[in-house]
């Protein structure tokens, strides 16, 4: 199994450029979230979702989108970037919402915009 | 809500010495709670869990027991090495929450041969 795979893992936008951030798992996973790491704030949750065609919005959702239309793969969009985006973005998937499943995490994809 | 409050870092400690890293939570509910480790230029992993009260959750030699009455889900480790340089956090999940985690802020462990 490759667990969770970023891609890419380094990215640099200009303010206003759009992009998509990729993850993927094969686990058969029913949960996916995404998360983004800003130093001192801990790890931030995005958005997530609890199965294929189902995702809702975590703690700082704006100026990110998402979907899931399959097990797989949950695709993060940056619709026009900001420099206050610049993070360490990691996504993470468990078995199920089942609060004693642990999350498997991706490696980072590290955005910077200027 | 939810939240997770960590001991505040940078800690530095030599190889062999005693580790506690304080953790305390608030939860609307009955959590499982979970520390984390993330090394440097990766990704978080497991580190150990526990999903009841007075579970003692256990890895690689580091230990933390569930404290319901105090909130508490420390994290200690009686010789630590260098190796063990990394960011540690603690984490709670909740089903009735749609499964979501709320992390601390993370505390960087750094150890000096």
């Known amino acids: 199994n490759a667990g969770v795979t970023q891609t890419p893992k380094f990215q640099v936008l200009k303010t206003g450029q759009s992009m998509t951030l990729q993850c993927a798992q094969d686990m058969n996973h029913e949960y996916m979230s995404w998360y983004r790491q800003d130093p001192g704030m801990g790890l931030r949750l995005i958005h997530y979702?609890?199965?294929?065609?189902?995702?809702d919005q975590g703690e700082v959702p704006n100026g990110y989108n998402v979907s899931r239309s399959t097990t797989e793969d949950f695709p993060l969009r940056l619709l026009s970037a900001a420099p206050s985006q610049t993070s360490v973005y990691f996504c993470?998937?468990?078995?199920?919402?089942?609060?004693?499943?642990?999350?498997?995490f991706g490696p980072g994809t590290r955005l910077t915009v200027l | 809500g939810n939240s997770v409050t960590q001991m505040e870092g940078p800690v530095t400690l030599s190889e062999e010495a005693f580790l506690t890293i304080n953790c305390t939570y608030t939860a609307t509910g009955y959590p499982s709670l979970f520390w984390y480790v993330q090394y440097p230029g990766e990704g978080l992993q497991l580190l150990l869990k526990?999903?009841?009260?007075?579970d003692k959750g256990s890895n690689k030699g580091f230990e933390a027991t569930y404290r319901k009455e105090t909130t508490s889900f420390h994290l200690e480790k009686g010789s630590v090495q260098v190796s063990d340089s990394a960011v540690y956090f603690c984490?709670?999940?909740?089903?009735?929450?749609?499964?979501?985690?709320?992390f601390g802020d993370g505390t960087t462990l750094t150890v000096k041969p």
């Open positions: 526990a999903t009841k009260a007075d």
């Open positions: 993470a998937s468990s078995y199920s919402t089942s609060g004693s499943d642990e999350q498997f």
């Open positions: 979702s609890v199965g294929a065609g189902i995702t």
């Open positions: 984490a709670l999940r909740l089903r009735t929450n749609a499964g979501k985690s709320t």
